[in-house]
C-alpha cells in the first residue's frame, strides 16, 4: 500500500474536488520576463563578481559567467517546455506528480517550501546595511529600522528585514499582476544601475588603460580548473528562473508566453552579469577587488566615490525584487499540495477578489518575516541550494520520462487495418505512431536501426525505386491512413487494397520486410514497445545512478580515496551505458499529445536533460556534508507528514476506486507479454 501511494500519480488534467477554482489568468510575456529578472538577479552579482574574480577565475570571469549561464540554461529549457505542457501552479512539484509518483513530487515540494521561506528570509537580511549606505553607515539609522541586540540571549534582530517582508507580502495579496507592476518598477531600476556600471565603468575603462586585463599571471591566473570552479559558484547567480514556471497557471497564453518568459529572462540576466562583470575585472587587479563591493570600490579607486550610492540603490532594488521573486512561488506550491490532499484545504483558499491564494501567502509571509528579524540565517543558506538543484534535477528526470516512458493514457499503439478488396476479413497491426507500414507486422524501434527505412531503402544496390513502388502500389488501389489515437476519440482504421504484385516487386517487398519486421512468431508488437519502455526505464534509472556515483567521486572530498575511485569506476560505465540506450532507443511518439496542444519542444533531448541532470547532481553533492545533514531534517520532518497526512488524504487516494489506485501507482510500463 505505502509502495502504491509513492509512486501513483495524477492525471494530467486532474479534476479537483471541493470546488477549487484555478488562479486568474492576468500575465503577459512582459511580466513573466520582469519577474524572472527580479528573481534572479539579487545582490548576488554586487558581491560574487569580487569573491569569484579574486578567488576563482581572476580576468576570466566573464568566461565562468558565461559557462555557467549555458549549464543554467539547459535546466531552463527543460522547465519551458514542461511549464508550457502542462501550465498549473507548483513548478517542479507538479511535473514530478504528474510523471514521476506522489511520493518524489512531495520531496520536492517539501524541499521547496524550505528553499523558498530560507530564501526570503536571507535577502531581507541584506538589506539594512545597503539602506546604511544613504544614512552613513548602519550605526546611524534609525532605531525602529536598524539592528539591535537583545542583551542576555545574544540574539541580533533586523527590524528593517521583517518589516520588508511584511511590505512584501501584502503587496502580493493584493494581486498578481499589481504586484508583478511593482516587481517591473524595482527591475527597471535595477537594470538601469547595472547599465550605469557598464556605461560609467568602460568610459574609465578606455580612459585608464584596462589596467585590470594587463597582468603578468594572464587571463586565467587559475588555470582552467579555476575557471570551471568559477562557474560552479556563478550558477547559483542565475536560480530565479524557476519562479516563472511558479506562474504557469495565472499565464493568459502559456503555451508561448512562458518559454519565451524563462528564455528572454534568462539571455537578460547572463548579458548583465558579462557586462558587468568584464568592465570590473579590467577597471581593477583581480588581486585588488574588494570581495565585499567590488562594484562601488572599483568607482572609489577611480575618483567617483559618488557611484557608491548608486549602486546601493541599485542593491535595494536587487534585493526586493528577489524577496518578491522568493516570496511569490511558494504559496502557490503549498496551494498546489493542498488541491492534491497532501497538506490540509486551509492553504488552497483563494481570495474572491484578487484570486490569490491569500491564506498561503499570509502563513508563508508571516514564517519568513518572524525568520528575518530574529534570526541569522547564515548557516541554513546553503540549504537553498538543495531545493533548487533537486527540483532542477527532477524536471529533467520528468523531461525523460515524458519523452520516452509517458503515462500510460498518452502512449498508445496505433492501429492500422489492411482491408483488401477481396480475399479474407480484414487484419490488425499495432505499430507504432505515425509509421509506414506496407507489411504485417512491428516496426524496428531503434533509431540507428531505421537506417534501414523506407527512405533509406532506396539507396541499397538493387532496390532503386522500392519506396515509390510500394507507395504507387498502395495510392493505385486504395489509401494508407495513419493516425495517433487521442483520449475521447473513435479509433481511426486505415484501408488499402491489395495490389497484383509482380515477381520484382514481390522480392523487393520480401526484402523490406526482412530487414524492417521482425518474425511475428517470435516477437509481437505489443511486447516490442514494453521492451523499448523496459529499456527507457532502466537506461534512465541507470543514468541516475551513474550521475550520483560519478558526483560522489568528484565532489564528496570526505571520502577517502579509494572509496571515491571505486564509486567512479561503478559510475562512469554506468552512465555512458544509460546514455548510449537513450540515444538508440526512439522516443515515444505518445508524448506530442501529453499536455497542452501546441507547448514548446524542448530541442535536443536526450543530450540536453542528461546535461542538466549531471550538472545539477554535481553541485547537490558539492553542497558538503553539513548542508545535507541540516536539510536531513526537514526532509525526515517531511516524511513524518506525509505519512501521517498526506498520504491518507491524497486526492488520488480519497476518490479514486482501489484498482484504480493500484493500475496508477504500479507501473510506468505495460506487462511484457512473452
Same mark, same amino acid.
Given at each position: 500500500?505505502?509502495?502504491?501511494?509513492?509512486?501513483?500519480?495524477?492525471?494530467?488534467?486532474?479534476?479537483?474536488?471541493?470546488?477549487?477554482?484555478?488562479?486568474?489568468?492576468?500575465?503577459?510575456?512582459?511580466?513573466?520576463?520582469?519577474?524572472?529578472?527580479?528573481? &534572479?538577479?539579487?545582490?548576488?552579482?554586487?558581491?560574487?563578481?569580487?569573491?569569484?574574480?579574486?578567488?576563482?577565475?581572476?580576468?576570466?570571469?566573464?568566461?565562468?559567467?558565461?559557462?555557467?549561464?549555458?549549464?543554467?540554461?539547459?535546466?531552463?529549457?527543460?522547465?519551458?517546455?514542461?511549464?508550457?505542457?502542462?501550465?498549473?501552479?507548483?513548478?517542479?512539484?507538479?511535473?514530478?506528480?504528474?510523471?514521476?509518483?506522489?511520493?518524489?513530487?512531495?520531496?520536492?515540494?517539501?524541499?521547496?517550501?524550505?528553499?523558498?521561506?530560507?530564501?526570503?528570509?536571507?535577502?531581507?537580511?541584506?538589506?539594512?546595511?545597503?539602506?546604511?549606505?544613504? #544614512?552613513?553607515?548602519?550605526?546611524?539609522?534609525?532605531?525602529?529600522?536598524?539592528?539591535?541586540?537583545?542583551?542576555?540571549?545574544?540574539?541580533?534582530?533586523?527590524?528593517?528585514?521583517?518589516?520588508?517582508?511584511?511590505?512584501?507580502?501584502?503587496?502580493?495579496?493584493?494581486?498578481?499582476?499589481?504586484?508583478?507592476?511593482?516587481?517591473?518598477?524595482?527591475?527597471?531600476?535595477?537594470?538601469?544601475?547595472?547599465?550605469?556600471?557598464?556605461?560609467?565603468?568602460?568610459?574609465?575603462?578606455?580612459?585608464?588603460?584596462?589596467?585590470?586585463?594587463?597582468?603578468?599571471?594572464?587571463?586565467?591566473?587559475?588555470?582552467?580548473?579555476?575557471?570551471?570552479?568559477?562557474?560552479?559558484?556563478?550558477? #547559483?547567480?542565475?536560480?530565479?528562473?524557476?519562479?516563472?514556471?511558479?506562474?504557469?497557471?495565472?499565464?493568459?497564453? !502559456?503555451?508561448?508566453?512562458?518559454?519565451?518568459?524563462?528564455?528572454?529572462?534568462?539571455?537578460?540576466?547572463?548579458?548583465?552579469?558579462?557586462?558587468?562583470?568584464?568592465?570590473?575585472?579590467?577597471?581593477?587587479?583581480?588581486?585588488?577587488?574588494?570581495?565585499?563591493? !567590488?562594484?562601488?570600490?572599483?568607482?572609489?579607486?577611480?575618483?567617483?566615490?559618488?557611484? =557608491?550610492?548608486?549602486?546601493?540603490?541599485?542593491?535595494?532594488?536587487?534585493?526586493?525584487?528577489?524577496?518578491?521573486?522568493?516570496?511569490?512561488?511558494?504559496?502557490?506550491?503549498?496551494?498546489?499540495?493542498?488541491?492534491?490532499?497532501?497538506?490540509?484545504?486551509? #492553504?488552497?483558499?483563494?481570495?474572491?477578489?484578487?484570486?490569490?491564494?491569500?491564506?498561503?501567502?499570509?502563513?508563508?509571509?508571516?514564517?519568513?518575516?518572524?525568520?528575518? #528579524?530574529?534570526?541569522?540565517?547564515?548557516?541554513?543558506?546553503?540549504?537553498?541550494?538543495?531545493?533548487?538543484?533537486?527540483?532542477?534535477?527532477?524536471?529533467?528526470?520528468?523531461?525523460?520520462?515524458?519523452?520516452?516512458? !509517458?503515462?500510460?493514457?498518452?502512449?498508445?499503439?496505433?492501429?492500422?487495418?489492411?482491408?483488401?478488396?477481396?480475399?479474407?476479413?480484414?487484419?490488425?497491426?499495432?505499430?507504432?505512431?505515425?509509421?509506414?507500414?506496407?507489411?504485417?507486422?512491428?516496426?524496428?524501434?531503434?533509431?540507428?536501426?531505421?537506417?534501414?527505412?523506407?527512405?533509406?531503402?532506396? =539507396?541499397?544496390?538493387?532496390?532503386?525505386?522500392?519506396?515509390?513502388?510500394?507507395?504507387?502500389?498502395?495510392?493505385?488501389?486504395?489509401?494508407?491512413?495513419?493516425?495517433?489515437?487521442?483520449?475521447?476519440?473513435?479509433?481511426?482504421?486505415? &484501408?488499402?487494397?491489395?495490389?497484383?504484385?509482380?515477381?520484382?516487386?514481390?522480392?523487393?517487398?520480401?526484402?523490406?520486410?526482412?530487414?524492417?519486421?521482425?518474425?511475428?512468431?517470435?516477437?509481437?508488437?505489443?511486447?516490442?514497445?514494453?521492451?523499448?519502455?523496459?529499456?527507457?526505464?532502466?537506461?534512465?534509472?541507470?543514468?541516475?545512478?551513474?550521475?550520483?556515483?560519478?558526483?560522489?567521486?568528484?565532489?564528496?572530498?570526505?571520502?577517502?580515496?579509494?572509496?571515491?575511485?571505486?564509486?567512479?569506476?561503478?559510475? &562512469?560505465?554506468?552512465?555512458?551505458?544509460?546514455?548510449?540506450?537513450?540515444?538508440?532507443?526512439?522516443?515515444?511518439?505518445?508524448?506530442?499529445?501529453?499536455?497542452?496542444?501546441?507547448?514548446?519542444?524542448?530541442?535536443?533531448?536526450?543530450?540536453? !536533460?542528461?546535461?542538466?541532470?549531471?550538472?545539477?547532481?554535481?553541485?547537490?553533492?558539492?553542497?558538503?556534508?553539513? &548542508?545535507?545533514?541540516?536539510?536531513?531534517?526537514?526532509?525526515?520532518?517531511?516524511?513524518?507528514?506525509?505519512?501521517?497526512?498526506?498520504?491518507?488524504?491524497?486526492?488520488?487516494?480519497?476518490?479514486?476506486?482501489?484498482?484504480?489506485? =493500484?493500475?496508477?501507482?504500479?507501473?510506468?510500463?505495460?506487462?511484457?507479454?512473452?
Amino acid at each position: 500500500m505505502v509502495t502504491q501511494a509513492l509512486w501513483r500519480r495524477k492525471a494530467v488534467r486532474q479534476p479537483q474536488r471541493n470546488g477549487h477554482t484555478e488562479l486568474a489568468k492576468r500575465l503577459r510575456v512582459t511580466d513573466l520576463i520582469s519577474i524572472g529578472i527580479g528573481s &534572479t538577479i539579487g545582490a548576488g552579482v554586487y558581491v560574487l563578481v569580487g569573491t569569484v574574480a579574486r578567488e576563482r577565475a581572476g580576468p576570466a570571469l566573464t568566461v565562468s559567467f558565461l559557462i555557467a549561464g549555458i549549464a543554467a540554461a539547459l535546466a531552463a529549457l527543460c522547465y519551458a517546455e514542461l511549464s508550457s505542457r502542462l501550465p498549473s501552479a507548483g513548478s517542479a512539484y507538479h511535473y514530478a506528480y504528474t510523471c514521476v509518483g506522489e511520493g518524489v513530487a512531495w520531496i520536492i515540494g517539501w524541499a521547496l517550501i524550505l528553499e523558498y521561506t530560507v530564501g526570503g528570509s536571507t535577502v531581507a537580511r541584506g538589506i539594512s546595511p545597503n539602506l546604511g549606505i544613504f #544614512f552613513g553607515g548602519q550605526e546611524n539609522l534609525p532605531a525602529w529600522l536598524g539592528r539591535q541586540t537583545i542583551p542576555g540571549i545574544d540574539v541580533v534582530v533586523d527590524p528593517c528585514a521583517g518589516l520588508l517582508v511584511v511590505v512584501v507580502t501584502g503587496l502580493l495579496c493584493l494581486g498578481i499582476r499589481e504586484s508583478a507592476r511593482v516587481q517591473s518598477v524595482m527591475v527597471i531600476l535595477n537594470i538601469l544601475v547595472l547599465l550605469f556600471v557598464v556605461g560609467a565603468g568602460s568610459w574609465v575603462g578606455f580612459s585608464s588603460g584596462w589596467q585590470g586585463y594587463y597582468q603578468s599571471q594572464g587571463y586565467l591566473p587559475y588555470g582552467v580548473n579555476g575557471m570551471l570552479g568559477g562557474a560552479a559558484t556563478l550558477f #547559483f547567480a542565475y536560480i530565479g528562473f524557476d519562479t516563472v514556471a511558479s506562474t504557469a497557471e495565472e499565464v493568459k497564453h !502559456p503555451q508561448r508566453d512562458l518559454p519565451l518568459g524563462i528564455g528572454f529572462s534568462l539571455f537578460i540576466c547572463a548579458s548583465l552579469y558579462m557586462l558587468v562583470s568584464a568592465v570590473i575585472v579590467g577597471l581593477v587587479p583581480f588581486n585588488l577587488i574588494d570581495p565585499d563591493t !567590488p562594484l562601488s570600490s572599483a568607482f572609489n579607486d577611480h575618483g567617483m566615490p559618488w557611484a =557608491t550610492y548608486v549602486v546601493a540603490a541599485g542593491a535595494i532594488a536587487a534585493l526586493s525584487t528577489a524577496l518578491m521573486g522568493s516570496l511569490l512561488p511558494q504559496p502557490r506550491i503549498l496551494m498546489a499540495m493542498a488541491r492534491d490532499g497532501l497538506l490540509p484545504p486551509f #492553504f488552497s483558499t483563494l481570495h474572491p477578489v484578487t484570486a490569490v491564494p491569500v491564506n498561503s501567502t499570509l502563513i508563508t509571509g508571516l514564517v519568513a518575516a518572524l525568520m528575518a #528579524f530574529s534570526m541569522s540565517v547564515d548557516q541554513l543558506s546553503g540549504m537553498v541550494s538543495v531545493g533548487t538543484l533537486s527540483a532542477f534535477t527532477m524536471v529533467a528526470v520528468s523531461l525523460l520520462i515524458l519523452r520516452y516512458v !509517458p503515462p500510460p493514457e498518452v502512449s498508445k499503439a496505433v492501429i492500422v487495418q489492411v482491408l483488401p478488396d477481396k480475399g479474407p476479413p480484414p487484419s490488425s497491426v499495432h505499430i507504432s505512431p505515425s509509421r509506414p507500414v506496407f507489411a504485417k507486422g512491428s516496426a524496428i524501434f531503434s533509431p540507428i536501426l531505421s537506417i534501414f527505412s523506407d527512405a533509406s531503402l532506396q =539507396t541499397l544496390p538493387g532496390n532503386n525505386g522500392l519506396e515509390d513502388d510500394c507507395s504507387s502500389s498502395a495510392s493505385s488501389s486504395g489509401s494508407l491512413l495513419l493516425q495517433d489515437e487521442v483520449d475521447d476519440e473513435p479509433e481511426v482504421n486505415a &484501408t488499402a487494397a491489395a495490389p497484383d504484385e509482380s515477381p520484382a516487386m514481390s522480392s523487393q517487398v520480401a526484402l523490406h520486410k526482412s530487414l524492417l519486421y521482425a518474425d511475428e512468431s517470435r516477437t509481437s508488437p505489443e511486447s516490442n514497445e514494453d521492451l523499448r519502455r523496459w529499456a527507457a526505464v532502466f537506461a534512465i534509472t541507470g543514468v541516475c545512478v551513474g550521475v550520483i556515483l560519478i558526483s560522489l567521486a568528484t565532489a564528496a572530498e570526505e571520502l577517502p580515496t579509494s572509496i571515491r575511485w571505486t564509486l567512479g569506476v561503478l559510475g &562512469t560505465p554506468s552512465f555512458v551505458a544509460a546514455s548510449t540506450v537513450l540515444f538508440l532507443i526512439e522516443q515515444d511518439e505518445g508524448h506530442h499529445k501529453f499536455g497542452q496542444a501546441g507547448s514548446f519542444h524542448c530541442p535536443w533531448v536526450p543530450a540536453l !536533460p542528461l546535461g542538466s541532470i549531471l550538472v545539477n547532481v554535481y553541485l547537490l553533492v558539492n553542497l558538503g556534508l553539513p &548542508t545535507w545533514l541540516r536539510v536531513s531534517v526537514w526532509l525526515l520532518l517531511g516524511v513524518v507528514v506525509y505519512m501521517v497526512y498526506g498520504m491518507s488524504h491524497s486526492q488520488l487516494a480519497m476518490e479514486l476506486p482501489k484498482e484504480d489506485q =493500484t493500475a496508477m501507482s504500479s507501473k510506468l510500463l505495460p506487462d511484457i507479454q512473452v
